[in-house]
């Protein structure tokens, strides 16, 4: 038996019981990838994260465990991971007041993360997305893809005559259509026209199963709707095929959806706030920034607030 310590987190928010919950074990030397997956289908948070030594040019080693599946990137992982990391010491030391630097080697590459210390507290922290974005067209029937959801087909697309200030930065007649959309981990974008098409959306595992079915693409579902107050964006988004039916908070998803924005996008640097988890009770909050040149994203980050909520032991047998 061996004893390993962890902590959890919720992230992209700036209270307890917010947010998303995130574990994350500060040292994984001993753990095979097979007790790292129970562990994480033990613990049952949408990502837990287990911390080795580094093998390049990062502060650390992170892998990234759903319940179901290990995966190459994640946002919310990589913000509260680079969090806690500056808070015990482990990357970005540093005295006083201000913006640490830590770099977390991941599947997709090294992925660095600028993390606010405030108050002598580490609070927050910006990813920048390591991989180029990516897009691939969706061939089949909008109607199905409408299907799945439980809306009506002309729920969906974005309406930029409605005047929604969050989509002022897109360019008339680039189309709106659902697509596959990666900034190093690839989610099925589906743009809706509304908040309340977002909240009365319904994932339809069968019509998925029939839908989705290119072994070369992703599954996860992701849905974008203009915003409400004083969010820019509304979004969801759905993953049971990883054990996670419905996320509070998706970074990598975020930073996918900050791709898919770009290349819709004028040139220039636009900020979106995004907001998720409010139809789960755990509202989250995050900041997306891409910049645009030449109709090319050259820049996405990622960011918002990670509080402590507790530590722990866990007995792992040998």
């Known amino acids: 038996m061996a004893r390993y310590r962890y902590h959890t987190l919720d992230v992209f928010t700036d209270r307890i019981f917010g947010g998303n919950p995130l574990a994350v074990f500060p040292d994984g030397r001993g753990l095979d990838g097979a007790t790292m997956q129970r562990i994480a289908r033990e613990l049952n948070l949408s990502e837990t994260v287990f911390l080795l030594p580094s093998e390049g040019e990062g502060d650390l080693r992170a892998r990234i465990f759903t319940p179901g599946a290990e995966v190459p990137f994640a946002g919310h992982p990589t913000v509260g991971t680079a969090v806690l990391a500056v808070s015990e010491g482990l990357a970005g030391r540093g005295e006083g007041d201000g913006v640490r630097r ?92 509304s908040v309340e098409v977002a909240q009365r959306a319904r994932l339809d595992e069968g019509v998925r199963a029939g839908l989705l079915t290119d072994p070369d693409r992703a599954t996860m579902v992701y849905v974008v709707a203009p915003g409400e107050g004083d969010a820019d964006l509304r979004v969801r ?47 989250s909050r995050l900041a997306l920034e891409i910049r645009v040149a030449g109709g090319a994203v050259d820049r996405i980050r990622v960011g918002g607030g990670a509080v402590r909520v507790a530590s722990g032991e866990m007995t792992v047998p040998g």
């Open 102 to 193: 830590v770099v977390l080697e991941e599947g997709v590459g090294p992925v660095a993360v600028e993390v606010e210390v405030r108050d002598g507290e580490a609070v927050a922290g910006t990813l920048t997305a390591a991989a180029v974005p990516t897009e691939v067209a969706f061939p089949g029937d909008p109607g199905e893809v409408a299907r799945m959801l439980g809306v009506d087909e002309g729920d969906l697309g974005f309406d930029l005559e409605g005047g929604a200030p969050a989509l002022a930065p897109l360019r008339p007649g680039v189309g709106f259509a659902p697509a596959w959309a990666s900034a190093g981990l690839e989610f099925f974008v589906v743009p809706v026209r």
């Open 237 to 283: 988004m759905f993953a049971p095929e990883i054990g996670v039916p419905e996320d509070p908070a998706t970074g990598s998803a975020c930073a996918a959806l900050g791709g898919w924005l770009g290349l819709r996008s004028v040139d220039g640097v636009h900020p979106w706030s995004v907001e998720q988890g409010i139809e789960m009770g755990r509202p």
